[in-house]
């Protein structure tokens, strides 16, 4: 069983990053801006963005971070983009998901000009990635297709069986394996028989958050595996397939995996960075390689 390592591809990405960075940001008389809306207090979202901070200033990104009380009406939100949208310095924008209850979150996300949306999440976007070479793709699943081009898996004709079905991670994941000329099943909460389904997948793909939600015996053999989710089992962090307990079984099933901690998760930060620099190059009319 091959193991799909997030950490070694992310170093890479970012050095290639940084490398691209060093030489547009002189010829270009400015680095890329990225600006991050935090609304609320949840500590976890703050260390996230902190996290996407510090990478983006590693390789030569501005990075500001609005931070915004609970208490902070919609209006006020979307007078912020919009003021964030107008200014020719920024490249990119975030707004960091999930916001608050109360927040009407379709009606955020289709504020941002689609030209900054560095989530790939406006419905411009989200219709452009079927149409265009080079669309702005939701970083997790940026970050997938990145991992399975790096294994050297091939997609085209393949069957990819995506369990979950989310705006962030599932569906447009679906998508961009349509893209890639794969036949892709979506399965969800309401599938009947699910493992019917995914003994079918060459490639499988779960972002569900269930433990042990697909087990070694619902694989077919050779498949490859990506493991999106991030759960907590006996305090013990884990996917929704790649789980100490089933390893053994697993290495007798799977051709490739990408494990819990160390796959997807490092790819996803990274992603934001590329995506960040593709709307920079965008911004100044140069091609995206």
Not at 91 to 107: H, S, T
């Amino acid at each position: 069983m091959k193991t799909i390592d997030g950490k070694i591809l992310a170093a890479k990405i970012t050095e290639a990053v940084r490398t691209e960075m060093a030489v547009l940001q002189p010829k270009l008389g400015r680095a890329p801006k990225m600006d991050i809306i935090v609304v609320g207090e949840d500590p976890y979202s703050i260390k996230y963005v902190n996290s996407k901070k510090k990478k983006s200033e590693e390789v030569g990104i501005e990075c500001d971070v609005h931070l915004l009380s609970a208490t902070t009406k919609q209006e006020e939100l979307l007078n912020l983009i919009d003021q964030l949208n107008q200014n020719n310095q920024v490249d990119a924008i975030l707004v960091q998901l999930p916001l608050p209850e109360g927040f009407d979150e379709q009606q955020v996300l289709e504020a941002i000009d689609y030209r900054k949306d560095v989530d790939g999440l406006h419905p411009m976007n989200v219709g452009l990635m079927q149409r265009v070479e080079d669309p702005i793709i939701p970083c997790t699943s940026r970050g997938i297709l990145s991992l399975l081009q790096e294994a050297r898996v091939d997609i085209a004709g393949k069957h990819c069986v995506v369990v979950g079905r989310s705006s962030l991670v599932g569906y447009p994941t679906a998508q961009l394996m349509l893209k890639m000329n794969a036949t892709v099943t979506v399965c969800h909460s309401q599938t009947e028989n699910l493992a019917q389904h995914t003994k079918e997948a060459d490639i499988l793909i779960l972002a569900t958050g269930n433990p042990r939600l697909v087990t070694p015996d619902m694989m077919k053999p050779g498949v490859v595996v990506i493991d999106v989710a991030i759960n907590f089992d006996n305090g013990k962090m884990v996917g929704d397939a790649y789980h100490p307990a089933y390893l053994d079984k697993l290495g007798k099933v799977v051709s490739a995996i990408t494990p819990v901690p160390g796959g997807v998760g490092p790819m996803t930060v990274v992603s934001l960075l590329q995506n960040c620099l593709d709307l920079y190059k965008k911004h100044h009319n140069l091609e995206i390689k």
